[in-house]
């Protein structure tokens, strides 16, 4: 089994929605619109976020420099096979993504932690 950043999401039946089919278009678009307005009211600086307008500048000019130095294109695109990786678990146990997919597919969730 390989790793593949491949499913965007999945419609009521579990079925993969691709980026490129229609419904998953549609989808996206919404997706997009939804993500517009979220940022449009964090920038805002209004409740329930309050985000201050310095650090709403800040994100502006990390997310310009980290554009600016290309790694954008470097990401993986939907359908890009996932290098294999070991990393720690919640546990601080090393687990191997190898060793994982033998039993299924895998899921990659980053928790970052509390605010």
């Known amino acids: 089994m390989v790793g593949c950043v491949a499913q965007i999401e999945s419609d009521k039946s579990g079925a993969c929605i691709r980026e490129g089919s229609e419904r998953g278009s549609k989808r ?6 939804r993500l517009d307005e979220f940022k449009k009211g964090f920038e805002s600086g209004a409740p329930p976020y ?3 307008h310095e650090a709403i500048e800040k994100m502006h000019r990390a997310t310009a420099e980290l554009k600016a130095s290309g790694i954008e294109g470097r990401a993986l695109k939907v359908g890009d096979r996932a290098p294999s990786f070991t990393l720690l678990n919640q ?11 033998r039993e299924g597919p895998l ?9």
Not at 28 to 33: D, F, G, P, S
Not at 91 to 101: I, T
């Open 107 to 115: 899921v990659v969730d980053f928790f970052r932690g509390h605010w």
């Open 91 to 101: 546990d601080g146990v090393q687990v191997a993504s190898g060793d994982l997919l």
């Open 50 to 52: 309050n985000a201050p």
């Open 28 to 33: 996206m678009t919404r997706l997009q619109e």
